[in-house]
């Protein structure tokens, strides 16, 4: 299972931390992703960070101002979010697929989480 939390609403240039922890999988041999999805849209990769060296993507909306990182300790992944825009308002979810290289493709990632609703206001 993964569970996402820390989503809200927050002011546009505001930051807000999500967190997704997992269980019932062995977190390090899993490269782990960030997705949103807006209304009307399609699911969007934004980041993923990989499972053998923690080498990190990002989306191009997201780059610099988002950071996503993970403690295999706690078999828990975060995406620190900064700068927060109205078009950044979606439902984020995190993902979790088997092996070492990263992907934003929703096809390629076989666990979700529920998701986690981020209103940014402007």
């Known amino acids: 299972d993964l569970v996402e939390s820390g989503g809200g609403l927050v002011q546009a240039g505001g930051s807000l931390r999500l967190s997704c922890v997992a269980s019932g999988l062995p977190f390090k041999d899993y490269v782990m992703g960030w997705f949103r999805q807006a209304p009307g849209k399609e699911r969007e990769g934004i980041s993923s960070i990989n499972s053998d060296d923690d080498a990190t993507v990002y989306a191009d909306s997201v780059k610099g101002r988002f950071t996503i990182s993970r403690d295999t300790a706690k078999n828990t992944m975060y995406l620190q979010m900064g700068d927060l825009r109205s078009e950044d308002t979606a439902v984020y979810y995190c993902?979790?697929?088997?092996?070492?290289?990263?992907?934003?493709?929703?096809?390629?990632?076989?666990?979700w989480g529920q998701g986690t609703q981020v209103t940014v206001s402007s």
């Open positions: 993902a979790a697929k088997r092996g070492i290289s990263s992907s934003e493709d929703p096809k390629n990632y076989a666990y």
